[in-house]
């Protein structure tokens, strides 16, 4: 156990709808992450978060948003979802902006939409 | 911006015997991190090793080992005394020494272990 909670494991969902997956960081993490793992794309940085601040962004589409709360849980909401979105997302927290601290991994959120 | 290339998309072992993966990067930077993680079909992400670029001394985690070659630009992972419980997809990663923290993933190599 990694110490990162990533809820639901599951979602399936209809095109146009719209979800959100949230990430719960190992106590004292202060930095989350999201990737996206596709058949097609592989594992991609979406984007990080610090302390409640946007720190960094990848390749997160428009219809994509997400934030951290003050008790540093974190949500990603994707809109106007398409097939195409189907994926399994990840969240990954680290204790902050160290240079390569381990950054610990969720059991991810498998989205299917259909 | 920076790449890492795993050009085995499958590899397969005898258990107990020993397997190399292999990932090369492209970067222009002079200091970051590399890392090896493991998917095994629970879709965990376990991090296997790291190692840091300043070091010149190849890290070693129990059977788990690298060959980091920094002008080569190579890090590969080798796998001693191969177990059933290493079957699982392995991929490699990137990140800075600066600026975003985020990792850089190769496309992953699907790790067969043979009893």
């Known amino acids: 156990d990694s110490g990162v909670t990533q809820t639901p494991k599951h979602l399936i969902t209809a095109t146009g709808q719209r979800v959100t997956l949230r990430c719960s960081p190992r106590?004292?993490?202060?930095?989350v992450y999201w990737y996206q793992q596709s058949l097609d794309q592989g594992l991609q940085f979406l984007i990080q978060?610090?302390?409640?601040?946007?720190?960094a962004k990848g390749n997160i589409l428009e219809r994509f948003s997400a934030q951290q709360f003050p008790d540093l849980h974190s949500e990603l909401n994707l809109s106007s979802l398409e097939l195409g979105d189907s994926a399994l997302y990840f969240c990954?927290?680290?204790?902050?902006?160290?240079?390569?601290?381990?950054?610990?991994f969720g059991q991810g959120t498998r989205l299917t939409v259909v | 911006a920076q790449t890492v290339t795993q050009s085995q998309p499958e590899m397969s072992v005898q258990e107990a015997e020993t397997v190399t993966l292999s990932c090369t990067y492209d970067?222009?930077?002079?200091?970051?991190?590399l890392f090896w993680y493991k998917q095994p079909p629970s879709r965990q992400m376990i991090l296997v090793i790291r190692?840091?670029?300043?070091?010149?001394q190849n890290a070693t985690e129990n059977r788990f080992s690298v060959n980091f070659q920094k002008a080569a630009k190579s890090f590969s992972l080798k796998i001693s005394d191969s177990q059933l419980g290493d079957a699982a997809m392995y991929f490699c990663?990137?990140?800075?020494?600066?600026?975003?923290?985020?990792?850089?993933f190769g496309q992953g190599t699907r790790l067969t272990i043979n009893p």
């Open positions: 106590s004292g993490d202060l930095s």
């Open positions: 990954a927290s680290s204790v902050g902006e160290v240079p390569g601290t381990e950054a610990f």
């Open positions: 190692q840091e670029a300043y070091k010149q």
């Open positions: 970067t222009s930077e002079s200091d970051y991190y």
């Open positions: 990663a990137y990140r800075s020494a600066e600026g975003a923290q985020k990792l850089v």
């Open positions: 978060y610090y302390n409640g601040e946007e720190r």
